[in-house]
Nanobody, 118 residues
Framework: VQVAESGGGLVQAGGSLRLSCVASGSGFSVNAIDWYRQAPGKQRESVAS???????KYAESVEGRFIISRDNAKNTASLQMNSLKPEDTAVYYC?????????????WGQGTQVTVSS
């Protein structure tokens, strides 16, 4: 199984970044894909989630600024981050729920750094 993020970087406040996640594994199907983030000294927190059917959830802190989407054919998900703030600075992780009968497994990517300068 492979879960990998890309697209992090340094951006000024008010700018945008787009993160991508690819999830794959022989014999697995991909259910929900979630984005989490962890800032220095803080706990990892959920940012956004998208189910295989397209249901969306957002943390209140990013609602209206971030957009999560996915391409089921490619097993990829994206997080479009707009109007970025310094408090969005964190390592962003992709978490994929992968199903192979009879169980569902959760796999994490290695994380990608997002730094927003003021």
């Amino acid at each position: 199984v492979q879960v990998a993020e890309s697209g992090g970087g340094l951006v000024q406040a008010g700018g945008s970044l787009r993160l991508s996640c690819v999830a794959s594994g022989s014999g697995f199907s991909v259910n929900a894909i979630d984005w989490y983030r962890q800032a220095p000294g803080k706990q990892r927190e959920s940012v956004a989630s998208i189910s295989s059917g397209g249901s969306l959830k957002y943390a209140e802190s990013v609602e209206g600024r971030f957009i999560i989407s996915r391409d089921n054919a490619k097993n990829t998900a994206s997080l479009q981050m707009n109007s970025l703030k310094p408090e969005d600075t964190a390592v962003y992780y992709c978490r994929a729920e992968m199903y192979r009968a009879p169980r569902t497994y959760a796999y994490w990517g290695q994380g990608t750094q997002v730094t927003v300068s003021s």
